[in-house]
Structures are given as C-alpha cells and as structure tokens.
C-alpha cells in the first residue's frame, strides 16, 4: 500500500532504522503515505467488507462441504 514501513515483531534495530528512515522523509511524502494508509484500510479493512468477505468464504465452505 506504500503507507509506510513494514517491520517485523521483535526487531529493535529495525524500528530504529525506520524511525530514521521517517525522520528525513519530506512532509509531503509523510502525507501522502497517511493518505495511502486511509485508503488503504477503507478499502481492505473496513468492516462490511470484512463481514461481506467472510460470508462468501463460509458459504462456499459450505456449498463444497455439502457437494462432497
């Protein structure tokens, strides 16, 4: 999504390095990725699509569960 920087679990210096990296990116780029960010969660996490997604899965779950 370029809404940020990824670091993995349990990974100081990475934190660190990010941290950096963010420090010196120019504000205008810092924006854009909140923006990215925003769309980004609106698109793949907001809740009716979850919910919309998760539905679809169980009923296939279910339609192949009764075909078998």
């Known amino acids: 999504a370029r809404a940020g920087i990824a670091i993995g ?3 100081p210096e990475r934190m660190a390095e990010a941290i ?5 990116t120019p504000r205008d780029e810092l924006i854009a990725m909140g923006k990215r960010g925003c769309q980004h969660l609106a ?6 699509r979850l919910t919309d997604r998760l539905e679809r899965l169980l009923l296939a779950t279910c ?6």
Request: glycine share 0%; net charge negative; hydrophobic share 25%.
């Open 9 to 11: 679990p349990e990974s």
């Open 43 to 48: 698109e793949y996490h907001e809740r009716s």
């Open 63 to 68: 339609a192949q569960s009764q075909a078998s």
């Open 20 to 24: 950096l990296v963010l420090k010196s």
